[in-house]
C-alpha cells in the first residue's frame, strides 16, 4: 500500500481541490483554509480513492500517518465515509479498522447543493461531538462522584469570578445538602 504522501503533493491536491469548487465560493473558502496534509487526504478522496491508517493493511488505496485525525477534521465539511474492516492486529487477534472514501454520490450532491451538505455534516459533527462529551461527563461523575464532579465543573465555570473561600464553601455546603436528599 502507498504512502499518500508519495503520490499527491501539497500543491498539485491543492489545484485539484481549487479547480473542482472554484464555482462554489462556500467550499471554495473552505478549502483555501485547509493545511496541507488536509488538502493532500481529500483531493485523493474526491478522485475516488480509498485510504486508511498507515499500519493497517486492509485494501485501501493509499495510507497516511495520523489519518484519523485528518478524517476528524475534515468530517465537519466533506460527507467522508468508514468503512469498517475486520482484519487481525499485530498480534494476530480480530480487530476492526477503517479506510475511508467519498462515494461518487455523496462527491455529486456536495457539488450540487453544498449548503445542504455543508450543514448536513455540520450538524453531525456537533451531535458527535455531544455524545462523546457526555460519555467524558458520565465517566468524570462515576470516577469522582456526582457531589466531587459537581464541584470541579463549578470550579471550572466560576473559578474566576471574585468568590471568598467562604462563600464557595457556603455554595458547596448547600450542594452537599441537595444531593444528599
Known amino acids: 500500500m502507498l504512502n499518500l504522501t508519495t503520490v499527491y503533493t501539497p ?6 481541490v481549487y479547480d473542482l469548487f472554484s464555482d462554489t ?5 473552505i478549502a483555501l483554509d485547509l493545511n496541507d496534509t488536509d488538502i493532500i487526504v481529500l483531493a485523493a478522496l474526491f478522485d475516488g480513492k480509498s485510504v486508511t491508517n498507515s499500519d493497517y493493511y486492509i485494501g485501501a488505496d493509499y495510507s497516511m500517518i495520523r489519518l484519523s485525525a485528518i478524517i476528524g477534521r475534515l468530517r465537519r465539511y466533506f460527507p467522508i465515509t468508514a468503512i469498517e474492516i475486520n482484519c487481525l492486529n499485530e498480534i494476530e ?5 477503517n479506510k475511508y472514501i467519498i462515494s461518487k ?9 453544498p449548503l445542504k451538505v455543508l450543514s448536513a455534516c455540520e450538524s453531525l459533527a456537533s451531535n458527535k461531538r455531544d455524545a462523546r462529551e457526555k460519555q467524558d461527563i458520565t465517566r468524570f461523575i462515576r470516577r469522582h462522584g456526582e457531589a466531587a464532579a459537581f464541584k470541579h465543573f463549578f470550579k471550572q465555570a466560576y473559578g474566576h469570578k ?4 467562604e462563600q464557595l464553601d457556603t455554595l458547596f455546603g448547600k450542594i452537599d445538602e441537595v444531593i444528599r436528599q
Open 11 to 16: 500543491e498539485a491536491s491543492r489545484q485539484k
Open 25 to 29: 465560493p462556500s467550499l471554495y473558502q
Open 93 to 97: 487477534k480480530p480487530a476492526k479498522r
Open 105 to 113: 454520490d455523496s462527491l455529486a450532491d456536495l457539488l450540487s447543493d
Open 162 to 165: 471574585s468568590l471568598t473561600s
